[in-house]
C-alpha cells in the first residue's frame, strides 16, 4: 500500500510521527443488568447487581497519524465495539483511550435522516449532525450532491429515492465531514457496482489526505487495498497484527476452517502439526540446498510500543509505510513459496516416486536473471514457526492427505517461476490415511490468487465436467486399485495463461466426482509461485488462447 | 466539594449547548417542523393549534362554565384569565416532561452511532412546547390586556422575563433528568403518563389554593410545579407579587434541576450506549 504523505514528510523530517490513537490495556464487558434500574442500585449501593458480558479484553494498539488501520474478524468478535469506543460512543470499561483530534464516525449509514424531508435537508442537517460547521456544509454540498449523482432530485423527499439512491447519498454526506481521524464501519457494501467504486476511491482519497483512518470490512480485498496495517479481533482480541496481506490471507484461511466445521468435515488436529513438524524438521536437517526463506515476520500482537519498522525479508512486493523507503522498487526474489516446493512432505507411508524435495536453489537462474535467489539458513525456531502456520492453513478429513506438491516447468525441473504461456505442471502426491476404502478416487482442484489482493485468478477441478477433459485421465489410474495407500494426480497446465506476477496456489483433493464439494485435504494458499512476462506484458490477468484470422480485403484499385 | 462536582458538570453543560448553538438552532428548527412536515400548512400548525385551544378555552371559560369561577378578588381580570394563567405553564410543563423522557431513548440510532452532543436531545425537546406556550401566552396577554383595559402592562414587562428565564431552567433541567433517567429506568415514562394525567388536578390551576379543603391542600404544596404556576398567576393575573415565597422557591428549583440534571446526565452520557 501507499504510504500516506504524513507519515513520509515525518520521516523525511527525521522525527517520530504523531500518535494519533493510542489504546492501552482497552476492555469493554457490558454490563447485563436484568433490569436496568439495577444500575442505579449499583451506583447508589456500590454493590454489584450486574453479570459482565466480555466483548473486548486488553486490547492495546497505537496508531500513528496517516496511519490506516484495517479491521477485520468474525461478526460478534468486537470490531464495532472497539470502533465505538474509539469514536466515543462507548465507554470502555476498563483502559485508556486517547484519540488525538476531531473524530467522524461513519458507524452507520444514514443515522438522522428523516424519510419526510428533502435530500438537500436530510444531507444538510446530517452533516451539521457530525460536527461539519455552517460554512463547510455551504462550500461541500454541491460536491456531495454530485458524488451521489443526485443532482435532479435533490428537492424531493428522501423517502421517494430508492434504496441505493439514500446509501449513496447518505455515504457522501457522511464522509464530507473534515476530520483527523475517521472511522468507517462496513460501509462500502451499499450501492451498485459503479458506486461502490467511486466509494471505495473516495475512501481512498481520504485515506491518502492524511487522515488516520479505522476501517471495517469483512471483505478482505477492501482492506487490503486500503491499509497500511491490519488487525484480526477474534473474541475480543487481537489475534494478528501485521502487514495486511498476510493477516487477511490467516484470516481467510480460518473462515474456510470454520465452514469446513459447519460442513461437518474434520479438521487436522494437533497431531498433525506435530507429524508435519517432525517431518520438516527431518527432511531439512540435511541441508544440501539452502532452505527455504524465511517468510515475513508477522508483528508480535501487543503493540503497546510504537512499531518497529519491519525489513521485508522475504522481498515481497509491498511497501510496508513503517519501513524506509529504501526498498527496491522493482520485484525481488519470490518469497519462494513459504515452505518452497515439495516440502511438505508428511508422514513415514509416502512413496515418494521420483525427484525428491526440490529446493528453490533450482531455480534457473539463466531464465531469472533478476531473481536473487539470497536465502539465510533456516534455524530452529524458525522451522516451529512456520509448522505452526502451516499447521493452520490446512482443511483435512483425515480420508486422504497430500503428502507433496511439485511444481515443475517445461523442462521438468521442479521450481516456483515460470513464465507466462509456458507449459506448467502441478505434481500431487497424496496417502491415504483412513482404513477404510473411499468410494471414489481422488480428484484434483486448484486455485491461483494473486498475491496482492487475494483475487482469484484461475481455477480448475479434476472432477468437474469439461468437454475435452484431458486431465481427467490422470487419475483414472487411481482409480484402478481400491488397495492403494498412495498416489499422485498430475495436471499440466498448457499455455499458462496467467500474466505476470505472483500467485497463492491453493490446492485440494477432494472426491473424483461431479460438483464434489468436500475435500479430503486442502492447502489454503500455501503454495507462491511467481509468473515472469514472456513477451509484452499486457495489464491484466488472464490472457485467453485466441485463434484469429484477416477477413477479405477490399483494395482500392 | 459535592456543589463543585454540580457546578463543574452544569458548566460542562452549558458548554457543549454554548458550543454547539448553532446545530442546536438547526435541530430545533427541525423539531419544530418534525410533526407538520409534507402537511400543506406546515409550520402553520404550530400556530393553529394554541389559537385553536386557547379559544376552546375561552369559550368554555366564558359561555359553558361561567357560573363556576367568578369573582376572584384583588384583581381585575376575569376568571378566564386567572384559568389560562396557570393551564398555559402546565402544558409546557406536561409536554417538556412527555416528550423529554424519551428524548434519548427514541434517538438511540444517533446515540450510538455519532460524536455527537447528546446534551442537546433534551434541550431540543423544549421547543415544541415553548412554541406552543409563546402562542397561547400572545393570545392571553392580548386578551388580559383587553379585559383590564391594559391596567396591567407594567407586571407583563417587569414579571415576564425573569419568570421565562426561570421556568427555563427548570425545565431544561427536568429534561435533562428525565431523558437520561428513561434509559435506566424504562416505567418512567408511565410514571410520568400518571402524573400527567392528575396534574390539572392536583396543581392550582382550575381552582384557587383557598377553595380545597384544608386536609388536602398540602399536596398542592408538595409538587414544585405548584410554586410555579403561582408565580405565573402572579404575573399574568394579580399583576403583582403578592407572595415572594413561590419566587424563591421557583428559583430553588430552578438552580437545583438544572444542577441535578445537568450533573446525571454528564455523569451517565457515556453508558447510554450500553442501555439501548
Redesign the interface.
Known amino acids: 500500500m501507499i504510504a500516506s504523505p504524513t507519515i513520509m514528510q515525518a520521516l523525511e523530517l527525521g522525527r517520530p510521527p504523531e500518535i494519533a490513537i493510542c489504546l492501552d490495556s482497552v476492555s469493554k464487558a ?2 447485563l443488568y436484568d433490569r ?2 439495577n ?2 442500585k449499583e451506583a447508589l449501593t456500590g454493590r454489584s447487581y450486574h453479570r459482565d458480558k466480555v466483548v473486548l479484553s486488553d486490547i492495546s494498539l497505537t496508531l500513528k497519524r496517516g496511519e490506516i488501520l484495517g479491521i477485520i474478524g468474525r461478526n460478534g468478535a468486537g470490531k464495532s465495539t472497539l470502533l ?1 469506543i474509539i ?5 470502555p470499561s476498563q483502559g485508556a483511550v486517547t484519540v488525538k483530534g476531531r ?3 461513519i ?2 449509514l444514514g ?2 435522516f ?1 424519510p ?2 428533502s435530500g438537500r ?1 436530510n444531507v ?2 446530517s452533516a ?4 461539519m ?2 460554512d463547510a456544509v455551504r462550500r461541500k454540498f454541491d460536491g456531495i450532491v454530485a458524488f451521489a449523482g443526485l443532482e435532479d432530485v435533490i428537492d424531493e ?1 428522501f423517502h421517494t429515492y430508492s434504496s441505493g439512491m439514500q446509501a449513496r447519498l447518505a455515504f457522501a454526506a457522511a464522509t464530507a465531514v473534515d476530520a483527523d481521524v475517521l472511522i468507517i464501519d462496513e460501509a462500502l457494501s451499499s450501492g451498485d457496482l459503479r458506486f461502490a467504486a467511486r466509494s471505495l476511491r473516495r475512501i481512498h482519497e481520504i485515506c491518502q489526505s492524511g487522515v488516520t483512518a479505522l476501517f471495517v470490512s469483512h471483505v478482505p480485498y477492501h482492506v487490503m487495498q486500503l491499509c497500511s496495517r491490519v488487525i484480526w479481533i477474534d473474541d475480543g482480541r487481537i489475534r494478528m497484527d501485521g502487514d495486511p496481506i498476510e493477516v487477511a490471507r490467516a484470516y481467510e484461511y480460518e473462515m474456510l476452517q470454520a465452514v469446513a466445521r459447519d460442513e461437518g468435515r474434520v479438521l487436522t488436529g494437533p497431531s498433525a502439526v506435530k507429524a508435519t513438524q517432525e517431518i520438516e524438521t527431518s527432511t531439512s536437517a540435511p541441508h544440501q540446498a539452502p532452505p527455504p526463506a524465511p517468510h515475513r515476520p508477522l508483528r508480535p500482537v501487543s503493540t503497546d510500543a510504537p512499531i518497529v519498522p519491519t525489513p521485508d525479508v522475504g522481498g515481497v512486493i509491498k511497501t510496508d509505510p513503517d519501513a524506509p523507503a529504501t526498498q527496491p522498487s522493482n520485484i525481488e526474489a519470490i518469497d519462494p513459496i513459504e515452505e518452497n516446493v515439495g516440502a511438505e512432505a508428511a508422514g513415514d507411508t509416502i512413496q515418494v516416486s521420483t525427484g525428491g524435495v526440490v529446493e528453490a536453489s533450482t531455480v534457473d537462474q539463466d531464465s531469472v536473471n533478476d531473481v536473487s535467489v539470497d536465502e539465510p539458513l533456516v534455524n530452529g525456531s524458525e522451522i516451529q514457526e512456520r509448522s505452526e502456520r502451516a499447521s493452520i492453513r490446512r482443511v483435512s478429513t483425515g480420508l486422504y492427505r497430500i503428502s507433496k506438491v511439485q511444481f515443475s516447468d517445461k523442462t521438468g525441473r521442479h521450481t516456483n517461476i515460470f513464465k507466462f504461456g509456458e507449459p506448467m505442471q502441478i505434481e500431487v502426491l497424496y496417502e491415504r490415511l483412513a482404513s477404510e476404502l473411499p468410494g471414489q478416487s481422488c480428484g484434483l482442484a486448484v486455485t491461483f490468487s494473486r498475491v496482492d489482493d487475494f483475487a482469484a485468478v484461475m481455477h480448475f477441478n479434476t472432477s468437474d465436467v469439461y468437454s475435452n477433459e484431458q486431465i481427467r485421465s490422470y487419475f483414472n489410474k487411481a482409480l484402478e486399485s481400491r488397495l492403494i495407500r498412495a498416489g499422485t494426480i498430475e495436471a499440466i497446465i498448457e499455455p499458462l495463461q496467467i500474466r505476470a506476477g505472483e500467485y497463492y496456489v491453493s490446492i485440494g483433493i477432494l472426491a473424483d466426482q461431479s460438483q464434489a464439494q468436500e475435500f479430503y485435504d486442502y492447502l489454503h494458499c500455501r503454495y507462491r509461485i511467481k509468473v515472469l512476462a514472456n513477451g509484452f506484458d499486457e495489464p491484466c490477468v488472464f490472457y485467453p488462447v485466441v485463434q484469429w484470422t484477416n477477413g477479405p480485403i477490399k483494395v482500392v484499385k | 466539594m459535592v456543589l463543585t462536582t454540580y457546578a463543574k458538570s452544569t458548566g460542562e453543560c452549558i458548554r457543549a449547548i454554548a458550543v454547539h448553538r448553532r446545530l442546536l438552532l438547526a435541530l430545533i428548527k427541525r423539531e419544530l417542523s418534525d410533526e407538520y412536515v409534507s402537511h400543506g400548512l406546515s409550520i402553520g400548525w404550530t400556530f393553529i393549534h394554541p389559537l385553536v385551544l386557547m379559544l376552546v378555552y375561552l369559550f368554555l371559560f366564558t359561555e359553558v362554565f361561567v357560573t363556576r369561577v367568578t369573582v376572584i378578588p384583588g384583581s381585575g381580570a376575569d376568571a378566564v384569565v386567572y384559568l389560562l394563567s396557570g393551564i398555559i405553564p402546565w402544558l409546557a410543563i406536561s409536554q417538556v416532561m412527555g416528550r423529554s423522557a424519551m428524548s434519548v431513548v427514541g434517538n438511540s440510532a444517533i446515540v450510538k452511532q455519532m460524536s455527537f452532543p447528546l446534551e442537546l436531545l433534551p434541550i431540543k425537546t423544549l421547543a415544541g412546547p415553548f412554541m406552543f406556550a409563546g402562542v397561547s401566552l400572545v393570545f392571553l396577554i392580548a386578551y388580559g390586556l383587553w379585559v383590564t383595559g391594559g391596567t396591567i402592562l407594567p407586571a407583563y414587562l417587569l414579571g415576564l422575563p425573569p419568570l421565562i428565564i426561570i421556568t427555563s431552567m427548570q425545565l431544561a433541567g427536568l429534561a435533562l433528568l428525565l431523558g437520561c433517567l428513561q434509559v435506566f429506568v424504562r416505567d418512567l415514562k408511565e410514571f410520568i403518563n400518571v402524573f400527567l394525567t392528575i396534574g390539572l388536578f392536583i396543581h392550582p390551576i382550575l381552582y384557587l389554593p383557598n377553595a380545597i379543603p384544608a386536609a388536602v391542600r398540602p399536596i398542592i404544596y408538595l409538587s414544585p410545579f405548584s410554586y410555579l404556576i403561582f408565580c405565573w398567576q402572579d404575573v399574568l393575573f394579580y399583576g403583582e407579587v403578592g407572595w415572594i415565597w413561590p419566587w424563591v422557591i421557583s428559583t430553588a428549583f430552578a438552580v437545583l434541576f438544572f444542577m441535578l440534571g445537568a450533573r446525571i446526565f454528564v455523569v451517565t452520557k457515556n453508558h447510554f450506549g450500553d442501555f439501548l
Open positions: 457490558y454490563k436496568p434500574f444500575f442505579f465505538k469514536a466515543g460512543t462507548l465507554a473524530v467522524a464516525a458507524l452507520e443515522t438522522g428523516n419526510n424531508y435537508d444538510i442537517l451539521l449532525m457530525r460536527g460547521s455552517e423527499p
